[in-house]
């Protein structure tokens, strides 16, 4: 058994205990009447997660495949903390669990989307500190895209915090179409590796 087949055997639970998450919360807003028309918002988030972690994914078993030698810190440091925030980004997400109803699902989603916020951006700061360790800092910073989210989502952070569920209809239209463009260009890159 290779490195990559024995550490692989890890993310692979973390990945699949993810997106079991996100499928679970996907289905209680199926279930409520009116689902695409009342919570849309919701809907499009989590199925743009379940795509961006089956992009991960593929994304670390192409670079992983190759590894001949993996130390324990290289582990630890790039894929298992890839693949545990993309746990705690599906866990944190804006929609309850089936027994955690106590309040409309657009409250819960205002109520939660700060915490959810912050670990995304936490994933954010271990994407750019992967690429700096990966690329050095020569000319880094001017094409990172992680880093010029991470400076934008640290800023409106403080906004995020304020919004009503309208505001966060709003954004959503403004931001979606450039984070499936994201997820798209993604998914090719993965495709033709």
Known sequence: MSIFEYSSVLLSVIIGLAI???LNKLS?????????KRYWVQIA???SWVWMTIAIFFTLFIFASDIEFLSLSNFVFSPFI?????FFIADFSPVPEKDVQSQSLNTYFVNAFPRFFIVVLLWLLHIILLNISNLGFGGWILVDPAFYTLIG???FYR???NFTFRHYQLLSLAVMPLFYGGLLLITFNVAIS
Request: proline share 0%; with cysteine.
């Open 20 to 22: 079991t998450k996100l």
């Open 82 to 86: 890839t693949t545990t925030l993309l």
């Open 153 to 155: 989502g640290v800023f």
């Open 159 to 161: 906004f995020v915090k």
């Open 45 to 47: 988030l989590i199925i």
């Open 28 to 36: 209680t807003l199926l279930r409520e009447q009116d689902c695409f």
